[in-house]
C-alpha cells in the first residue's frame, strides 16, 4: 500500500473505482424520461428516453417495467465497458467487453 493511501483511496478496498462511478452515472444522466407519457387509443403507453428510445408497455409487460429494464441495461452497458479485463462475469463478454451475442 503506497503510503499516501488511506482506506478511502487504497485501491485494494475501496468499493467502487472512480471509472465505475463515472461510467454509472453517465448513464443514468444519459437515460432520463422526458416529456409526458402518452395514451394511445390502441392501449399503448409511451414516454421518451433522453438517448432517443422510445419505451412502451407490451403485451406483458407495461411502461414501468420497461423503464427499468431499459435503465438496467444502460447501466450494465456502461460498467461493462469500463470493468477490468479478467474480472469474472456473469455474462460473457467479447474483447470490447460488451455481451456476446451467440
Do not use: F
Not at 402518452?38 to 423503464?67: F, K, Y
Not at 452497458?77 to 462475469?89: E, I, K, N, T, Y
Amino acid at each position: 500500500m503506497d503510503p499516501r493511501d488511506t482506506p478511502d483511496t487504497d485501491p485494494r478496498t475501496v468499493a467502487v473505482s472512480a471509472s465505475m462511478r463515472r461510467a454509472k452515472a453517465d448513464a443514468r444522466a444519459s437515460h432520463v424520461t422526458i416529456g409526458q407519457v402518452e395514451h394511445q387509443a390502441s392501449g399503448r403507453v409511451t414516454i421518451d428516453c433522453s438517448c432517443g428510445m422510445v419505451l412502451t408497455n407490451g403485451p406483458e409487460w407495461s411502461l414501468d417495467e420497461h423503464i427499468r429494464l431499459h435503465r438496467a441495461e444502460a447501466r450494465y452497458l456502461a460498467l461493462s465497458r469500463v470493468a477490468p479485463a479478467g474480472m469474472p462475469r456473469l455474462i460473457d463478454v467479447d474483447a470490447r467487453r460488451l455481451p456476446r451475442v451467440d
